[in-house]
């Protein structure tokens, strides 16, 4: 199973970035895909969920209103759109894989996102 992240970089606050993660090894109906984050110096924190059908999103208070996640099951790969970044968004941004039913999860090796002031 592999997870590749791309679309990180850096960028002024306000500014947009859209991150994708394509998934290979796995049976991509299966697995809710996640995006989570982790900045310097702290814990990996959930920034947004889809579920396999993509009907179901939910994401952290903080990137409510500004991210929106989603899926393209024929192409195996989930992105994150990113708008109204803030410096606090910076972090390596991480996908993960969850087998429903309680299954394997699996994650990418993450990409980073620098916003500046």
């Known amino acids: 199973v592999q997870l590749v992240e791309s679309g990180g970089g850096l960028v002024q606050a306000g500014g947009s970035l859209r991150l994708s993660c394509a998934a290979s090894?796995?049976?991509?109906?299966?697995?809710?895909m996640a995006w989570f984050r982790q900045a310097a110096g702290r814990e990996r924190e959930f920034v947004a969920q889809?579920?396999?059908?993509?009907?179901?999103?939910d994401y952290a208070d903080s990137t409510k209103g500004r991210f929106t996640i989603s899926r393209d099951n024929g192409k195996n790969t989930v992105y994150l759109q990113m708008n109204s970044l803030k410096p606090e968004d910076t972090a390596v941004y991480y996908c993960r894989a969850q087998r429903i039913s309680g299954g394997s999860s699996y994650w990418g090796q993450g990409t980073q996102v620098t916003v500046s002031s």
């Open positions: 090894g796995l049976t991509f109906i299966y697995y809710t």
């Open positions: 889809i579920s396999v059908s993509g009907t179901t999103v």
